[in-house]
């Protein structure tokens, strides 16, 4: 099984408002770098929406070693959020409905395809994929004319 590294980064410009994603993917001496954004949107939507690009890129079944700087994402995973969520049909512990949940939908089904260990990063601590990251995603945020972030229900 191929081990690719991934940092992923989420931004928005006001939350809500116009907001970017960015992921780099390493694999051997390969790099990849992706992004995009949406124009009103979360910072966590952004966070989630780059965990789950780069995954989805993944032309086959990886161990990944995926890092972020979003305690919202990566305790969702970690500490077994996501399970229990799943668990209680798509319910928090406070009998709410999950936010986010169709992107928590898709992150699941690329936690089934790949085997991935999320890792916590400090933003903005010269990290140099991290601080790549956020450049790229509050370069999506910025950009005019952006697609609508449509969530489904």
């Known amino acids: 099984m191929k081990h690719v590294t991934i940092h992923t980064d989420g931004s928005c410009l006001g939350n809500p408002g116009p907001g970017g994603w960015g992921c780099v ?58 399970d229990t969520w799943k668990g209680n049909g798509w319910k ?4 709410k409905p999950v936010k986010n949940r169709d992107l928590w939908e898709r992150l699941d089904r690329q936690l089934q395809t790949h085997q991935v260990s999320f890792h916590w990063v400090k ?27 449509q969530p489904e229900p």
């Open 25 to 82: 993917l390493r694999f051997g001496e390969h790099v990849r770098e992706l992004s995009g954004g949406y124009s009103h949107t979360t910072n966590n939507r952004m966070e989630l929406a780059a965990a789950i690009f780069a995954l989805e890129t993944l032309k086959e079944a990886c161990r990944v070693d995926l890092f972020t700087d979003s305690q919202y994402l990566r305790n969702a995973v970690a500490q077994r959020w996501l």
């Open 92 to 95: 928090t512990a406070a009998k």
């Open 123 to 149: 933003g903005h601590a010269g990290h140099n994929d991290n601080e790549r990251c956020d450049i790229l995603a509050k370069t999506q945020a910025a950009r005019p004319e952006l697609p609508p972030d």
